[in-house]
């Protein structure tokens, strides 16, 4: 089943893009979240290798089971052909109700039909405090006029 946009990119596509994926992670639900991927998608998320569907499903499962209240912001920042990069920023809670702000990049590459074939993830962890929190929409995808990383100074 195809998932627009298609590649190759154009920048309006490929912003597209980017949001369509912001918006799904912020649902918070792995099987819709793998859905966007290839059966045989294979990602690198920090130092942990994952390939396949039930092991894409499986890990989102674990990774929000520990970060709580996740609201996660993804800019545009380069596309050639069927590839994208992006910067991240997402913040969560912990169980002992500490907060974080985690920021990353992430190189995807995309099958014909618009679906990740694959993903490398770099991030990293800063503990924050509850007041400089920046995400603070309700839970579920980012509000239209919410702004994003560069107007936020991220």
Avoid at 4 to 13: G, M, Q
Avoid at 83 to 90: E, L, T, W
Avoid at 121 to 128: E, G, T, V
């Amino acid at each position: 089943m195809p998932r627009p946009p298609l590649p190759p990119f154009d920048a309006a596509s490929a912003a597209i893009k980017v949001r369509l994926a912001e918006d799904a992670w912020n649902t918070r639900a792995p099987e819709q979240v793998a859905a966007a991927y290839t059966p045989d998608s294979q990602w690198r998320n920090r130092a942990e290798f994952v390939t396949g569907t039930p092991a894409i499903v499986a890990f989102l499962t674990a990774k929000w089971a520990r970060e709580r209240d996740y609201r996660l912001v993804k800019e545009l920042w380069a596309f050639e052909g069927a590839r994208i990069a992006v910067r991240f920023a997402y913040e969560y809670r912990d169980g002992a109700g500490d907060w974080f702000r985690a920021y990353g990049n992430e190189n995807w590459e995309f099958a014909p039909d618009g679906r990740m074939r694959r993903r490398i993830a770099s991030i990293n962890d800063l503990a924050i405090s509850e007041a400089d929190r920046l995400f603070r929409w309700p839970l579920g995808p980012r509000p239209v006029d919410h702004p994003g990383l560069t107007a936020l100074g991220l």
